[in-house]
């Protein structure tokens, strides 16, 4: 009987809580009463320069300098090469979360982050945990920090993730393609021009959203003077996140447009309305992060990939590029150029969005909860 759940994220970036999330939702859906379900964020049982390193400082190197993230990433993707390495930090650094585990004893641990992955099996690898452990992969490629010695299950994006683990040993049972969780709401069935109306956008436009992540970084403001040269009468709806100061930013350009012109801006804040705006709009430009990406592709939206974060963010994009749902634009002065082409072939732009479709997987986080109840 599965009484007690831990779920375990790491807030580096918005997308591994909003995995968990999902997973905590879907639990509480499909769950009963007597079911214990909770969540945390194992940064909050580090220290604070570990902390900050994890979180603060890697959205300061993606905003000033992205190609070390990237460099890193790819320095560090090498099966079983780094782990001791990195375990020994690790293990230095959380030790109120390895306190947390051992006191906590949970029937089940479900990870979205690899490093309470990693701390989890080790402790299983010692016989000082004997919670089954199950890993959510939040990109759509398996990077080296994922892969631990310790679990009952891996839950991947995509088929070829599930090919990478079986070539690394990892049993096939022990993989399952479930797409990347995300909030079940993206599952329901909305009308777009009822979303545009709730609103407040243009019912007769090609919209666009646009968005800077959930913490609000990139060059979003690069990206909006790129399309204002746009032939196509589109509205872009700019989500902004936390970062308060942009959204200002973008409000003043706003109010600086004719209601009648081209390309009519409409900037948010921080939103839970996510699967609205995504209703409502027909394109996706951004940040191709995992958990974005597969809520736009629930939605079946089409994606404007520019200048995306060297790393897991490229290789997601190379992923859309390859099922056909994505465009991508290497150098912003042919932005512009290249979407309008996009949207002059209405035959490629609705097989784009067929094909998106096709790849969503809105029931994802559902589906892992009801295998991971259906195993215990």
Request: proline share 4%.
């Amino acid at each position: 009987m599965l009484k007690k759940v831990l779920l375990l994220s790491a807030s580096a970036g918005a997308g591994h809580v909003r995995a968990a999330q999902a997973i905590e939702k879907a639990f509480k859906e499909t769950g009963n009463g007597e079911r214990e379900v909770q969540h945390f964020d194992v940064l909050n049982y580090t220290n604070k320069v570990f902390r900050h390193l994890y979180s603060k400082a890697y959205i300061d190197l993606v905003n000033k300098m992205p190609e070390v993230p990237g460099w890193v990433y790819d320095k560090l993707d090498k099966p079983w090469k780094n782990e001791r390495r990195r375990l020994a930090l690790d293990k230095l650094n959380t030790r109120p979360f390895v306190k947390l585990l051992r006191q906590y004893q949970p029937d089940l641990i479900v990870c979205t982050h690899f490093l309470p992955a990693e701390i989890v099996s080790w402790l299983k690898a010692k016989e000082r945990l004997a919670s089954r452990q199950a890993i959510i992969v939040t990109d759509f490629d398996v990077h080296a920090m994922w892969l631990v010695h310790h679990y009952e299950h891996y839950f991947v994006a995509i088929d070829e993730a599930r090919a990478y683990l079986e070539a690394l040993g990892i049993p096939t049972q022990k993989i399952t393609v479930s797409g990347i969780p995300i909030d079940p709401v993206f599952a329901l069935k909305k009308d777009k021009q009822a979303m545009r109306a709730k609103h407040s956008l243009a019912s007769d436009r090609t919209t666009i959203l646009l968005s800077a992540g959930g913490e609000g970084v990139g060059s979003v403001e690069a990206l909006i003077s790129a399309l204002l040269s746009l032939h196509h009468r589109v509205q872009i709806v700019a989500i902004c996140g936390r970062n308060e100061e942009l959204k200002k930013r973008l409000t003043r350009m706003a109010a600086r447009t004719k209601p009648d012109a081209t390309v009519l801006l409409k900037p948010f804040g921080y939103t839970l309305e996510m699967d609205e705006l995504m209703t409502a709009s027909d394109l996706v430009m951004g940040k191709p992060g995992g958990l974005t990406t597969s809520e736009a592709l629930a939605k079946g939206l089409v994606f404007v990939i520019a200048n995306p974060i060297p790393g897991q963010e490229e290789r997601n994009s190379d992923h859309l590029l390859e099922a056909a749902v994505a465009i991508r634009c290497n150098n912003l002065p042919t932005l512009s150029y290249k979407l309008d082409r996009l949207l002059a072939d209405q035959g490629r732009f609705k097989a784009m969005q067929a094909n998106a479709k096709r790849m969503g997987r809105p029931n994802a986080a559902r589906e892992i909860v009801e295998q991971l109840i259906a195993s215990t």
